[in-house]
């Protein structure tokens, strides 16, 4: 890891949610080129990790702390949001119900909810649009109301969304979370071809279910803390996560996908 560079890093960094500590003192080295996964039960810090990223909330400020995204200390809101795509439940919340497909992935642009009431976009940008909705095959979505949508095709429109300014960097919270099982396949087909085109990818989840054999490093968390930090074949053991999660599991290997089993059985 030491040879690749650095987009983001994060020492002795403390942060609060609310009047809640999350972190204190973490130290974090995300690099280009890697994909990373982020595990951790459920209050172990990973969505505040992304709010870290994200500029959500800020940390603490004190000596020799600092948040350094591609190598500068000193950057704003827009120039992060510009190179790094997010995807998470609050970002498809806060889209109205009435804004078309395209109108949704549109907003990336612009940062906004919506481009609803604002100036519409220009040639090469509805040409951007559809590009990605090809790509994705989401064209049918394309004039659907938002709020029509199944949980699966709202997630799928904004990680186009995401996409919108060919970012760098894509990180996406718990992209799976609530959905069926063809939405689930659909979301890690489309995962797949993002890999395949070389896009760093930072994906934070609880699901042990489909971890794909794309990722190259795996973060576990836990209180705040990172307990575990490497390669897939160093952590996804089934001795370490059953620590980490404090039940008995097995990880199966199979030929696309790292998959967690339960070793309890359960009885009616």
Known sequence: MSKLKPWLELKNIDAYVQNTKIFSN?????YYNENVIILGPNGAG??????????????????????RFFDQKNISLWEVRSQIGFVS???????????????????GFLGRNSLRNSHPIDK?????????MQMLSIVHLGVACY?????????????AR???????????????INLDI???????????????????????????DNISKKITRVLLLKGGKIIKDGSPNQCL?????????????????????????????YSD
């Open 89 to 107: 439940k609050e970002i498809s919340n806060r889209i109205p119900h009435n804004a078309s497909g395209i109108e949704v992935i549109s907003s």
């Open 26 to 30: 973490l130290n974090l080295s995300l």
């Open 147 to 159: 709020g029509s949508l199944s949980d699966g095709e709202k997630r799928i429109l904004i990680i």
């Open 46 to 67: 990973k969505t505040t990790l992304v709010k870290l990223i994200d500029k959500t909330i800020y940390p603490v400020i004190k000596n020799n702390s600092y948040l």
């Open 182 to 208: 063809r939405s689930r396949f659909q979301i890690l087909n489309i995962l797949g071809k993002l890999y395949h085109q070389n896009t760093t990818i930072i994906q934070v989840t609880h699901d042990l």
């Open 237 to 265: 053991k089934s001795d370490i996560l059953s620590k980490v999660y404090e039940t008995p599991i097995e990880v199966i290997s199979t030929k696309d996908f790292y998959k967690v089993l339960p070793l309890q059985s």
């Open 124 to 132: 090469v940008q509805n040409q951007i649009v559809h590009e990605i």
């Open 162 to 176: 995401a996409l919108i300014n060919n970012p760098q960097i894509l990180v996406l919270d718990e992209p799976l």
